[in-house]
């Protein structure tokens, strides 16, 4: 493996139990409510951005900012390459609408997890999206890349606001909003429907952790997004889990589990596990208490892939859809659950 793709690949395991939210998303405006003339200016967690004009170079430097962009038709001419590419395959989001080629998806993080200012700069953008970009993690870096062009990033801090909130900031940036806001209903009309669906789903409880070294972090805050997008299928964290507090140790919103008590897993319906490394799933997979566990005997234990992990912990409307149906016939199976 390149070692700029394991730096990238744990700084998506880190990311991966630490993204949170702003608690349930408030209620969608009409679409064309929100449409904007420029100049547009957007305030954000490193100050405000004035975009003169309607972007026609657009460096996106998150997924959610690729996702977003590319299903509104923005004209992308430079994003991140997907983590989870390892030099096969494809490397585009799975859940991207029209594929990027490969001289746009040419934007790797560092060693550092940082961004080479130098290769953002070669595409020449007239607006750098980094809304949901763990690449602009400072000021500095921030004020780095303003030096290229307008940036606009998270409005508090990165996944601390609603998926809905964060699709709107990014549609203002690139003057979509009206196309923002139907992407919005289709991402709420596709969760009604699952609901409506799989009824046997409200009160059902899950679990949703990674496997890393000897410790299990389960994803637990009440804020955090994935809790939120789970709760809006009907799925509730476990009693045991509920208003547990964070170890020091571990990511805000998580609670450390070992193997000793990895029987504690046995009170969710549902569990969904993602894995640092493949030593890390064999050593989870093959462990005797593990196999014990009720959704493992039930066959309500999904093991994610890092796609499926990061559209999980931190989704974004145009990824809804996608990530409902990766998820479906495990749903499936604990709607149907009896008892």
């Known amino acids: 493996m390149r070692p700029a793709f394991v730096a990238a690949l744990a700084a998506v395991c880190s990311l991966v139990l630490t993204a949170c939210g702003a608690g349930e998303p408030p209620p969608s405006p009409a679409a064309g409510a929100t449409g904007e003339a420029f100049p547009v200016t957007i305030t954000h967690a490193f100050g405000t951005t004035t975009i003169p004009a309607k972007p026609q170079r657009v460096v996106a430097l998150g997924y959610n900012d690729i996702a977003i962009a590319d299903a509104v038709g923005a004209p992308i001419v430079g994003a991140l390459r997907n983590y989870s590419y390892d030099g096969t395959g494809d490397p585009n989001l799975p859940y991207i609408r029209t594929p990027l080629p490969d001289d746009v998806l040419g934007i790797e993080a560092d060693e550092n997890g940082g961004v080479s200012i130098e290769k953002v700069a070669s595409y020449q953008p007239d607006l750098i999206l980094a809304v949901g970009s763990a690449l602009v993690a400072d000021q500095a870096t921030y004020d780095r890349l303003s030096g290229i062009a307008p940036v606009v990033v998270y409005e508090r801090s990165l996944f601390g606001s609603s998926m809905q909130e964060d ?40 679990l949703f952790g990674q496997a890393r070294g000897d410790i299990l972090p389960m994803v637990v805050g009440e804020e955090n997004l994935a809790t939120v997008f789970m709760r809006s299928l009907g799925l509730e964290i476990p009693e045991p889990f509920r208003d547990a507090p964070a170890s020091d140790a571990l990511a805000p919103g998580t609670v450390g589990v070992s193997y000793e008590e990895v029987g504690l897993l046995d009170s969710a319906d549902v569990l969904f596990m993602t894995f640092a490394t493949s030593d890390d799933q064999a050593r989870f997979e093959g462990n005797a208490l593990v196999q014990q566990l009720r959704p493992v005997r039930e066959g309500t234990y999904l093991p994610l892939t890092l796609d499926q992990a990061i559209a999980l912990q931190a989704p974004n409307v145009a990824a809804v859809e996608w990530l409902i149906d990766q998820l479906r016939p495990t749903l499936e199976k604990v709607a149907g659950r009896q008892g």
Do not use: D
């Open 167 to 206: 699709a709107r900031r990014i549609g203002r940036a690139l003057g979509e909003s009206e196309k923002v806001e139907a992407l919005i209903a289709e991402a709420e009309g596709a969760v009604a429907a699952l609901r409506a669906e799989l009824p046997g789903l409200a009160g059902r409880t899950y």
